[in-house]
């Protein structure tokens, strides 16, 4: 179970600030508490934080300046958050971890679905937002990959380079989420074999809990990018019991 915030517990970063791990943060929350508790243990772990208490105001200061991760709350006045991070997609990729207050699943899911990378319920302990926030920076700068080795992996008419960090099918790059990436890297790297949604979310996620429907959202998505005809994939195959296989042979 999540933590409520702990403000009067300070966040210790593993060493000082250093240029090679800091990154600039865009925090979007209309509540100011929130707001200055997530700025705060994010300064304290070296990043450089940008906030906006709505949406308007968010799209502005990521058009200044590019943000390398926006922490995003998914109720704001006016625009809400799905609404911004589909703007925020549109003017290019970025991660974005969602915050959310509601426990309704299908809240969570619509983050999910317009491109957010991760996500936190309210109440939430700010260690934990903060070890996820860097989770998705580690994953997103370019270098970084999943798994073993950094040859271009090849499969079926997609080609992935995980130390750039880009992705094509056919020749014609593909826009996909951090997220995304990870997973259809990862199938390419274990053709052939069945992997749980468990297994998926420890190995591509990196985390040994969460939501097993975050799994579930990002194999559609990427089916949608992918899959000849999504509705019947023969590449990212449902293995009925278990879980998925990639299949480069598509039958």
């Not at 997609?158 to 960090?165: E, G, S």
């Not at 014609?172 to 989420?177: D, R, V």
Request: charge should be negative; include cysteine.
């Amino acid at each position: 179970m999540q933590q409520p915030y702990q403000p009067h517990q300070p966040y210790e970063p593993q060493g000082p600030p250093d240029a090679d791990r800091s990154a600039r943060v865009l925090v979007v929350d209309d509540d100011p508490t929130v707001a200055e508790v997530v700025a705060g243990y994010l300064d304290r772990a070296g990043h450089l934080v940008d906030r906006a208490g709505d949406g308007p105001t968010a799209l502005a200061r990521a058009a200044e300046h590019r943000p390398d991760l926006v922490v995003l709350d998914l109720m704001l006045p006016g625009m809400d958050g799905l609404e911004v991070c589909r703007r925020l997609r549109g003017q290019g990729p970025v991660p974005v971890i969602m915050l959310t207050a509601r426990g309704d699943e299908e809240d969570r899911i619509l983050g999910l679905e317009v491109g957010a990378d991760d996500y936190v319920t309210k109440p939430f302990s700010p260690r934990e937002l903060v070890l996820r926030v860097e989770s998705v920076l580690r994953r997103s700068r370019p270098g970084t990959s999943t798994g073993n080795g950094t040859r271009t992996l090849r499969a079926a008419g997609l080609a992935v380079d995980p130390t750039a960090r880009r992705a094509t099918r056919d020749g014609t790059e593909l826009a996909l989420t951090l997220r995304e990436f990870d997973l259809l890297s990862f199938f390419l790297r274990h053709p052939g074999r069945a992997f749980s949604r468990e297994d998926l979310m420890r190995e591509v996620w990196g985390w040994d809990f969460g939501d097993l429907s975050t799994v579930t959202v990002h194999v559609r998505r990427l089916r949608g990018k992918v899959e000849d005809d999504p509705a019947r994939p023969r590449l990212i195959r449902t293995v009925w019991g278990v879980g998925y296989r990639f299949e480069p042979g598509g039958e």
